[in-house]
């Protein structure tokens, strides 16, 4: 009974977070994206190094490769991205707070799914973003298996750490401060040289303005979609436990 709650809960939390999820992105990122990506291909035309990114442009070397073309069929494939995603996270948070209310902990409010949101946007957001922020077309970056190490390494000890925070008794949360750090300070992978491939002085400056409205753009989206998630997954476990009184019941 309570795995079916769980598998209906998400997807029904995955497609209402996912699609506010796609609606955000629409409203500010992608524009963003849209404009970079003026600069990526004035920069590919002039023959200079060039990092291809799968935006819907028809590179030569990448004809082969499959990409939703732009308008209606990459916003379409955008929205099931973001609501497979989102339903991905909220069975994880689902399943997070089913254990941690089955471990003895305080009973799942709405106010204490704000909190677990937060975790998860500071977790799955902030600390990699930190080290890797969100990238732009035109931005060159360091190979890709050394930031995918980077980013499931600083997820995995942040969420740990906050575990040992919440959890933890007395000077055990005391090991929550290292592993925090470890990833910042071993450093996210960087590339050597310059982060712009484009040369022309006018483009980089509207690359580096573009950046930083995606970095804010990007930050209020992801705190927005984290704090639904977390809302909607302990409102829906609120839900299914009162008849029972207590969720290990449930």
């Known amino acids: 009974m309570l795995l079916r709650r769980l598998i209906l809960a998400s997807l029904l939390i995955g497609v209402v977070t996912g699609a506010l999820l796609s609606l955000g992105q629409q409203l500010r990122a992608s524009q963003l994206i849209h404009a970079a990506e003026v600069y990526e291909v004035a920069d590919h ?48 948070m689902l399943v997070a707070m089913t254990v941690a209310a089955g471990y003895g902990q305080r009973r799942i409010t709405p106010a204490r799914g704000l909190l677990w949101g937060l975790v998860g946007f500071i977790a799955f957001f902030v600390a990699p973003g930190l080290g890797l922020p969100p990238e732009l077309p035109g931005f060159k970056a360091a190979p890709l298996e050394a930031r995918q190490l980077w980013w499931v390494l600083t997820v995995s000890l942040t969420l740990v750490a906050f575990a040992l925070l919440f959890f933890a008794r007395s000077w055990q949360k005391l090991g929550a401060l290292p592993l925090l750090l470890i990833p910042h300070v071993w450093g996210a992978p960087q590339l050597n040289g310059p982060a712009i491939a484009n040369p022309d002085p006018q483009a980089i400056a509207q690359l580096e303005q573009l950046h930083h409205s995606f970095i804010i753009a990007t930050t209020l989206t992801n705190a927005g979609f984290w704090l ?5 997954c302990a409102i829906a476990i609120q839900s299914w436990s009162k008849p029972h009184g207590a969720l290990s019941a449930a």
């Open 228 to 232: 639904l998630l977390g809302l909607g």
């Open 45 to 92: 035309d002039h023959g200079e190094g060039h990092d291809h990114h799968s935006h819907g442009h028809d590179h030569g070397e990448h004809d082969h490769t499959w990409m939703p073309a732009d308008g209606t069929e990459r916003t379409f494939y955008t929205l099931v991205s973001d609501i497979c995603a989102a339903t991905g996270f909220a069975a994880l």
